[in-house]
């Protein structure tokens, strides 16, 4: 087996791990630990990706390639750079956290679910690592089918509009990308990442765009959003705004900004515009939503403008800022989810009318719900300080008023995290919070505890992703 | 003294297999006891087909250098073969669902159905070799008057009847309009043979070109595209939901076969023109199908509207008339008419256990009811979609590329936007399969016990997922086929 096989492994382990779980009849039990032991297993394999990686190469790593449509010059080719290796780590820890607390929870049709679950760790390792256009494609929409049911299927009250909005939302994006993607494939005559030459075509440039800024998402593009973070199950939503929403951000990193220097220098100011709105806008949101879903959410969306507005700054640092403040934010949201779920689950509700007063009596719920609050608002010292700092300099490259957009929203970011976090540990009693409502169980604190570890890892060394990120987009472009 | 031409037996075995079990089957409607007589015809029926897929694969394999045979009436060559084995898996996949689902009181022409059902593959084989003006009528009018009795096979309920009815007159319509424009190509070019017509035709001859207009327009009716397609719903809502597969998946293959030859060999001197009428028919039929689709409740009428839209999609790699068109109309067409037919077979499955039509209101619950059939199901319509769950995606891909090589970026737009529509139709099965309210669910619970166990259904349902499943791996070796397949015709 040679090394490449190892991001093969990792992308068909799950999948097949899923069809495994969907034949067979096994118990929920059985279901569940064959699920978190496999999603355990893609955390192993990338340690052991993440140890044999050589950051001192710029090139492609752990590559494996194959046929696939030779017509028409497309192949399996699948690797990592040293960006893709955080993302796919982002993911794959993410998803076991994620999966971990399905299992915790209990839910019910439980070989429908740990199967969509597999899928989906599959579907995202994909997106990571896929280094042919198609691929990516396929990869990408692949995500869009297990979380549809998810949440369809798992989801709260109003799931059926929340998913029918969410798919045709991501779905119109998609299909822009796929028209894009002919079309630049076709000009070119390959699809493949690494191979495929520059094109300054601003038509398919503006496709592979609108895709992603659905994704990730940008403003006016989040219509989809707070519904179905409201709608989906905790960990679906964790999953769905800690790993599958930095898959449209990655695909501008990887896609649409190298592949389309000439385009994206031109429609520079519009993007940072709109990724500056986006952080201003979902701030605001933030701090005016009535439930502690909604402020992740939005949150969310803010973020996604914050790294839009580093990687759209065009300079070493903001592309860096972005790719530790991709993988920072992504641990912070998926705890921050899963959090709100256990909270969801001692008092059947996350709004902060009828919550309070949760941290009388229960110190690790406290605890971890101030320090992943506290580091998500950037406080010095903390990884997403590290992430915004390096955006906001590489932004104030670009242009001063940039950063102190930038800069303005991080004060907007302590007032809503803040404004949560006392909504719901402190003031008085709320009226839902009763006494007998336990702190955090051992299970819960096995899954969160280790998301928080590594943000703190993160915090106290961010360089170790800042300054193993490998070449920038226009390394990328150029690297063989 | 008449000059018989030479035959080549062998090129037309395909037809003679297939003829030949039709015959068996109508012997045992007389001779079989009615006891045996649904397991005999069925039991032919199958080996019929599956002859028919070994004489079509072997003569692929010899057909490498295509040619005419028989004095010049039908085409050898792997384009025709390649379709024939489409034709008679999807007539397996019939049999295997008509063996349990075609249900009579008293089995009283179940022996007849399977021997038409033969009967019709036979014609469509035969049609998509044909290379004369001549045999493509004949041919075509084999298996359309097949078709029309086997909609009315249950010829004593209404539905079906008016079904067979509808198609009957329509479906003469569309030959009446075949057959005259074959009459002006004629009158225009003094021959009959696609191969003299493209070295007579002027594409300056007006005659000739209301010809090939009319060609189209009855080509138009067989594959349902718009504005050819008012049929459609009627008859795929009211005939038997196997025949409906069957038709569906079948008809589709025959006629688009059919229709890339003739435009290649008989009429390349139009193609300006005939590209343009095909990317126009393709604009209207992906409007009217996905639209139509989006307010049905039957789920048959949907999939009727659902197979108009795919005749656009499939009508975006015709129109581009490339030798990658042709590829991506070929790969398309494997990959549909899995999915046309497996989803067609799911709703049977439905409707046999509930007996009455399937809305998507008595779809509640079905997914978790019947697994198998439900995952089958979603994967049958994600692909619809062109969702990246099997082969459809592909297809789609495809014949998207096609017309982006062709230099028409606009029809991939609008392929893209009637993708999205689609989504929200395709969608509200799989909503209805899997997400309603549990208090919906038990509102439309089955009465009368635990479903019929139905194997040989799930068998046909089971092959029809690995094709289109399979067909997202398989991309390379598909496309091969598909290449040497198109690269018989001349480009």
Redesign the interface.
Known sequence: MTVGALTSVLVWLPIGAALVV?VLPLSRYATGALALLVSLAEVGIWIEQAARFDFSRSGLQFAQRG??????HVSYHVGEYAFSLWFVGLGVVCMAACIGYGFWVGRD?SRAYFGLMLFLTGAIVGVFVAQDL?LF???F??M??PL??LV??WGGPA??GA??KF??YT??GS??M??AL??Y??HVGTFDLVDGPTNASRWIFLGFMLAFAIKSPLFPFHGWLPDAYREAPPEVAAALSGVVAKAGLYGMLRIAIPKFPDPASYYRTLFLALAALALVYGSILAFRSPDLRGVVAYSSFAQSGLIALGLFSGTRLGFDGAVLQIVAHGFISTALFLLSGTVERRTTTDQFALLGGMARGRPAIATLLMTTGIISLAVPGSAAFAGEFLILAGAFQRAWWWAAIGAGAIVLAAMYMLRAISAVLHQARGSTVADEALDLRAGELALIVPLVAVLLVLSAWPAGISGHTGPTPTTVRSAP | MIQTPHVDWFAISTILVLLGASFVALLGAVLVPRPARRPFAAGVSALGFVGGIVTSVWLYVDSANGHLVIANAFARDRWTMLAQVVICGTGLAATLVGAEQIARPRDDHIAEFFSLLLACAAGMVFFVGAANLMVMFLSLEWFSIALYVMCAIDYDVEGPLEAGLKYLVVGSFGSAALLFGSALVYGATNHIDFAGIRANGSSNDLLLVLGLAMIIAGLGFKSSSAPFHMWTPDVYEGAPTTVTAFMSAATKVAAFVLAFRILRTAFPQDEHLWSWAFAGIAVASLAIGNLAALVQRNVKRMLAYSSISHAGFLLIGLSAGSSLGGRALMYYLIVYSAMAFGSFAVVAARERELGVPVTLDNLAGFGWERPFLGVAMWFFLFGFAGLPLGGGFVAKFYVFSAAYDHGWAWLVIVGVVATLVSLYYYLAVVRAMYMRPSEELRVAAVTGGSPPREPLLHVAVGLALAVSVGSLFAVGPLIDLAKHAASALPF
Do not use: N, P, Q
Not at chain 1, 67 to 72: H, N, S, V
């Open positions: 969907w046929g696939w449509i030779k017509d028409l049709r198609l494609y396929a990869f929409e692949a869009l089918i549809y049911v369809g299927v799931r059926l998913t029918i798919v045709i779905m119109a299909l822009f796929l028209a002919i079309a494939g076709l």
